[in-house]
């Protein structure tokens, strides 16, 4: 008997849902801006490939599924690693010493 190659897919994408969401939510607070520079680094990575795979092809055929995934791609990374800096710069405000009034 032979599994299905999209169950298989399937049910690692799955695993890893479960996976990336209990390692996640266990990282103490303090460890949470590092977390994020890895995160934007590898989205970073995750653009590279986005750009190659969305201008990959022929003039004639811009609009190819590789294509559409790609620019897609590049959209979705772009806001994680935008957002990514936005959390980043929001957790080192918290460590920053607060000026006292006098």
């Known amino acids: ?34 977390l994020m520079s890895v995160t934007n680094a590898i989205s970073s990575v995750i653009i590279v490939g986005a750009i190659i795979a969305g201008l990959s092809g022929n003039i004639e055929s811009i609009f190819d599924t590789s294509n559409i995934f790609g620019f897609l791609a590049i959209f979705l990374a772009a806001i994680n690693i935008f957002g990514g800096f ?17």
């Open 1 to 34: 008997m032979e599994i299905d190659p999209f169950i298989f897919r399937l049910s690692i994408f799955i695993l890893s849902i479960f996976v990336g969401y209990y390692v996640v939510w266990s990282v103490t607070p303090s460890l949470h801006t590092p």
């Open 86 to 102: 936005l959390v980043t710069q929001r957790m080192l405000q918290m460590y920053k010493k607060k000026k006292k009034n006098k």
